[in-house]
């Protein structure tokens, strides 16, 4: 089953932007978020594709769902090749996790042949332990292993309302975090503006668990106080204004952690929606059929 919308095999040639999912949760302690690309497509079609407060229809957009990268649990560490992805390394992507441990990999090798410059981190917990559970390839230690390969100062965080001392003692003069308190205080508006533009090419990794757990249950570590589904939209379309984000990934659905309707698969597509439109709206600026 593909994506809601997306263009036919014989079409795909005409594609603009690509989805692919990356079902591994071989670093979570939790299993069950590798069936998260499946139950996110299906949870897809459980939503009109015609976007109502834009009045935008999405497949107009051109986007094809390229299935899921095959890969080997065990190989899928230390930026496994991902050559599979050559081809196709210029059109901007959207990845649908899997556990947050995949974001290293796929955000090395967009990093390593330049595709990649600045990492922006939508989630509720750091991630920035050295090690966990004996492997430094967890999803608790992805944004370090990410800071640690393409620089500190390349790393924002936003939305952070978790952390252990030692991670909050080794970030907080090194990362530029926006916190959930500073989202309330300030407002998403207010954030988005204080970071601001940029032509660098960015990677933006959405870790569904910054929603609320009343918003995202199906999740492997349910954090108290998260965002609501509409101001982590309001988020991604500032951000996507702003800064030139080729390739973004939504990631740790846990669809065996789920309620029985699916709630946090639906909001993922959601999330998938937007990261589709606005890349829509930023490529056709004046394109007044879209907008
Ligand atoms: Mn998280």
Redesign the pocket.
Known sequence: MKFSGSLSEVDQKNAWYELIGVPFDGHASEKGAKKGPKTIRRASRRLETFLWHRKLELSDLRYYDRGDVKLEQNHFVEGASIAEFDSARKKKKIFIGGD?SISYPLVKDLFEHGEVAKVIAI???A?FRDSYKNTKFSNACVMRRIAELIGYENVIEIGIRSASAEEYALLKDKIRIYDAEMLSVKGVEGVVEEIGGGEEKTYLSI?I?VLDPSRAPGVE?PEPCGMSLESVISLIQGIIERKNVVASDVV?VNPKLDTRNGITSINAARIIFELLACYGKRDTPGNRTFW
């Open positions: 947050h989630d509720a917990h991630d870790d668990d570590n740790e």
